[in-house]
C-alpha cells in the first residue's frame, strides 16, 4: 500500500488529495477500519459466505454484505470493494473498525482450505464519506458509491496521511447525513449478534442477494423474506419535543412498539413494530417517545414485506 491505487488512468496526477476533492464535503470515519483479503478462491468462498453476491462489481461500485450466524443473526456488516485487477484478485472490507480483529477470526473460522489470505490494514489505511459532489477518481486511495440509499454519496478507503486534510470535517456532519437518509448504524441502532436482517433493513439497504444461492444464515432470511413476515423495521422519524436519547421507549398509549436509536435534532430513528404501530393508528393513539410526540410513515416497499399490515396500513 505504499504504491497508491489509480482509479481512472492518468486522472488526479500530480495534484493532491484536498484538489481531486475541491468542492466535495469530506468526512473521516475514525471508527471505521480497513481489511484485505486476497487469494484465487476469495470470490468464490465469499458468494458462500456472506448474505451479497461479489460477482462483477463494477468499478467505482461495492456491495454492502453481512455475515450472519447460523440462527441468521447479523454478526458483522460490511463495504466489500474489489482489488484492481492489476493488483491480483482480492477485496478490501470498509467495516468497524472494534470489530475488525473478530470479523478475521470469524472468516478465517470457516477458511478450512481455501486460497485466501486476511490482513488487518487499519493500521495503514483510513475511511472517509464524501458526503457532496461527484468526485470520479483519487489521487490516493479508491472511492466507491455508498449504495445503502440513493443520496448517502461516497465513500473513500485510503492511507492515512492522504485522508488528513480532510480531519476538520466533524463526524457529526456525515451522522446528520445518515440519519437523514435513513440508514441505520450498528452498535446505536441494533445490536451485532442481537437482530435479524429484515430486522435492521439490510434487505432495503441492497445488503441481500436473493437470488445468489446459500450462505450461512440463509434459510432464515429466505423464509421471512418470502413469507413476507418482516414485521419489525428501523424506521426514520419525526419528533416534535425534546429529542429522545438513544433507547428511549416508543410508546401508543401504554403499549411499547419499540425504541429510539440515532438522532439529530428533531429528525431520528426508530426500532419498531410495524403491525403495533398500525393498531395504535388505528386505535386513534398518539405515539409518545419520552416528552417527544412521533411522527412516522411506513415506506410502502415495507409494508410489502409484512405480511397482513398492508391490508389495513
Known sequence: ???????????????????????????????????????????????????????DIPAGESRFSGLLSPQGKLLFDFFVVPRPPE?????????????????????NLHKLRAKIQIVDRSGELGVAAVLDGAPLAVAEGVVFRDCRAPLMGQRLIAPHAALQPFEAVPESDYEAHRIGQGVP????????????????????????????GCYVGQEVVARVHFRKSARKRILKIDVEGPTPLRGTPVMAGEVRIGETGSANGSEALA??????????????????????????TVPPELIETAAGVEKRL
Open 271 to 296: 426500532s419498531l413494530r410495524i403491525d403495533k404501530l398500525e393498531e395504535a393508528r388505528a386505535a386513534g393513539l398518539a405515539i409518545k417517545a419520552g416528552e417527544a410526540t412521533v411522527d412516522v
Open 87 to 107: 493488483q491480483g484478485m482480492g477485496y478490501l472490507f470498509d467495516c468497524v473498525r472494534a470489530q475488525a480483529t473478530d470479523l478475521i477470526k470469524r472468516l
Open 1 to 55: 500500500w505504499k504504491r497508491f491505487i489509480q482509479i481512472h488512468e492518468g486522472f488526479g496526477k500530480g495534484k493532491t488529495q484536498a484538489e481531486v476533492f475541491m468542492g466535495s464535503k469530506i468526512c473521516v470515519l475514525h471508527d471505521r477500519g480497513v481489511i484485505e483479503m486476497t487469494g484465487e478462491d476469495t470470490t468464490g468462498f465469499l458468494q458462500r459466505l456472506i448474505t451479497n453476491s461479489v460477482k
Open 185 to 212: 448504524k450498528g452498535g446505536v441502532d441494533f445490536t451485532y449478534g442481537d437482530a435479524f436482517v429484515h430486522d435492521i433493513n439490510l434487505d432495503m439497504l441492497n445488503g441481500v442477494d436473493f437470488k445468489k
